[in-house]
């Protein structure tokens, strides 16, 4: 089994290369604290943490998975402990307000290390990581006193934190949720009803865990409109911080599950737990956003971690594997065979695990640093401007980087051939871990709707003017750029076109909304591809300039070109089928009986 190695040198080339990520950091600080040798020192730190803690226990984390014993969930051997080096370390605190013990540095930092942490084990990296969007739910919408009591012990992590939204009856729409809450004389609320496929929900890693809880008051409106959010910690808290007596939360059962084996997904049962609101009554789903908006950033991360991990070990299996010969003659005449990785369709493969990885890197920091903006900015302008950014591409990057990520992780598979298929290599728990990223947070379906229906047609076409804006300026800028002429003009032509299609469906709408749903999901994979390409040309013109500049560094920087260069001729292609698809129209689809489906 190949054993995850940290890509530092790509991901210093993204922060600081193409983002200018020391002098973003400044200009929000307003201090030159975070400088270069501090950002690098938290990259070399977390990746020594993520291979010499995390990777060993990927495999026989996955091999042993959780247990459940009468509502006691124990983690697999050698998490809790790598957990108390991660708190010890200071690693929960990365980013969090320094006025309830953070170290204030920005978000865009931590997931860096989260990148790594989640390439090394993402099972384990799930349950610190949904405390941070109980953070931010926290700093968002908390009461003071609430902020007090729950976000010190949070940011600590001496507590982690939950999202509790599923229920039996209901995933993706929300409006059909029934757990319930009734106000106490005290001003808490007992909190009653079933949640399920809640991550983390229960663990032995942690002294306690903080659950965010969508649930309905007595009389609220149906639907949507009528849910609240609440705070529900398994022990209740005393006075002055310390655990409690056990709340009346208990782990009903955990699930038995495709991948992720070694983190606790749980169905948790609420019986008149004692929980708080956040937020202002009836508008728990909006308090929740900021929760699930954080979660889908992070999940944009998971297609990176797996087809990072996938390529990393199919380039050493293809650089070692003798079989057959190229087919223009020997390359390694001394052996019986040549290395597989002189066969064009392994080539394949390899580049596009390589372009996914390191263009989806590229794509989840930038999300990232408008994350900052809106977190750290003063100036108004600058915040809205990154805020519909923001809106616009986290749809994109969560479904597209997802899929693009469980294709990089099959393709690890098929470069290994049957080896891939054995558990000893490992090729195959990526594959499994990474299905889910297509499902949580909201599916591949779901993504498509928010984007094409809401962020959109609703407003109009103006998210996607503001981004194909920065296309079409970055495009007139370096049309005569030689270096990555080839580039600009596709995709210059691709951005054009894609405003073009999408008034067309925007036009077909307007007679039938059902073609929105139908356009969707071709919708959606059209933009993610020019979305990266988009990335691709800016990584392309900073490798050409420092190769004309006469880099030391050439072989890293040529390969960025080529890189570059294979997925515009051999990826950016596949637009033309989802063109086409989304011309298909819907009749195709909506046309049959439902009778007629089977026989």
């Not at 953070?102 to 989260?114: A, M, Y």
């Not at 190229?326 to 001394?334: I, R, T």
């Not at 195959?428 to 047609?457: C, F, H, N, P």
Request: charged content about 20%; glycine content about 10%.
């Amino acid at each position: 089994m190949t054993q995850y190695k940290s890509p530092i040198r790509d991901i210093q080339f993204v922060l600081h290369e193409l983002l200018g990520i020391e002098n973003h950091y400044q200009q929000l600080l307003g201090n030159d604290e975070v400088n270069r040798e501090l950002i690098d020192a938290v990259i070399e730190e977390g990746a020594k943490f993520s291979e010499n803690e995390l990777a060993p226990m990927n495999q026989s984390g996955d091999e042993e998975g959780c247990h459940w014993d009468d509502g006691v969930v124990t983690t697999p051997k050698g998490f809790k402990e790598a957990y108390d080096k991660y708190v010890e370390g200071g690693w929960p605190s990365l980013g969090g307000d320094k006025a309830f013990g953070g170290q204030g540095l920005p978000s865009s930092l931590g997931s860096v290390v989260s990148e790594m942490v989640g390439s090394a084990n993402w099972s384990w990296s799930m349950y610190p990581g949904l405390s941070q969007g109980a953070v931010a739910t926290l700093e968002s919408h908390g009461t003071e006193d609430q902020k007090k009591v729950y976000l010190t012990k949070l940011i600590s992590g001496q507590w982690t934190g939950t999202m509790c939204l599923t229920e039996p009856q209901c995933g993706s729409d929300l409006g059909l949720v029934r757990t319930k809450a009734e106000q106490n004389d005290d001003g808490s609320y007992s909190i009653s009803g079933t949640k399920i496929f809640i991550s983390a929900g229960e663990h032995d890693m942690a002294e306690n865990i903080v659950h965010i809880v969508l649930a309905r008051l007595p009389g609220a409106p149906e639907g949507t409109k009528g849910i609240s959010l609440f705070i529900v910690p398994k022990f209740n808290v005393k006075e002055g911080g310390a655990n409690g007596e056990r709340n009346t939360v208990q782990c009903g059962s955990i699930e038995h599950k495709m991948g992720i084996k070694a983190s606790a997904t749980c169905v948790l049962n609420f019986d008149n737990a004692k929980g708080f609101l956040i937020g202002p009554e009836n508008r728990g789903l909006n308090c929740m956003f900021t929760f699930m908006n954080v979660a889908r950033v992070g999940t944009s991360l998971q297609g990176v971690c797996a087809a990072e991990c996938a390529f990393q070990g199919a380039l050493e299996y293809a650089k070692d594997r003798l079989a057959m010969r190229s087919l223009s003659g020997p390359k390694n005449p001394e052996k019986e065979a040549d290395p597989i990785i002189v066969h064009p369709d392994v080539r394949r493969m390899l580049l596009t695990q390589k372009a996914f990885a390191e263009g989806g890197r590229a794509l989840c920091y930038y999300l990232c640093t408008l994350a900052d903006i809106i977190d750290l900015s003063k100036d108004e302008k600058e915040v809205k401007k990154a805020d519909d950014l923001m809106a616009f591409i986290t749809p994109i990057a969560k479904a597209f980087l997802t899929e693009s990520g469980l294709e990089a992780a099959s393709y690890g598979m098929q470069v290994y051939g049957g080896h891939g298929f054995i558990s000893e290599w490992g090729m195959e728990q990526i594959v499994r871990d990474a299905r889910i990223s297509t499902l949580y947070e909201g599916t591949t379906g779901i993504q498509s709707l928010d984007l094409l229906g809401r962020k959109v047609l609703l407003t109009q076409g103006q998210l996607l003017r503001n981004f194909t804006g920065l296309i079409e300026t970055f495009c007139k800028e370096n049309a005569e750029n030689e270096a990555i002429k080839e580039l600009t003009t596709k995709l210059a032509s691709l951005n054009a076109e894609w405003v073009e299609m999408t008034m067309k469906v925007g036009m077909a709408a307007m007679q039938n909304q059902d073609e929105v749903g139908g356009a969707s999901v071709d919708y959606l994979m059209y933009s993610g591809y020019v979305t990266l390409a988009f990335i691709w040309a800016k990584m392309a013109l900073v490798a050409s300039n420092k190769l004309a500049e006469g880099s030391d560094e050439k072989g890293f920087y040529t390969a960025k070109l080529q890189t570059a260069q294979f997925y515009y001729r051999r990826i950016l292609p596949r637009t033309l089928a989802h063109k086409a698809g989304l011309e298909g129209g819907l009749a195709c689809l909506m046309d049959m009986e439902v009778d007629n489906f089977s026989f």
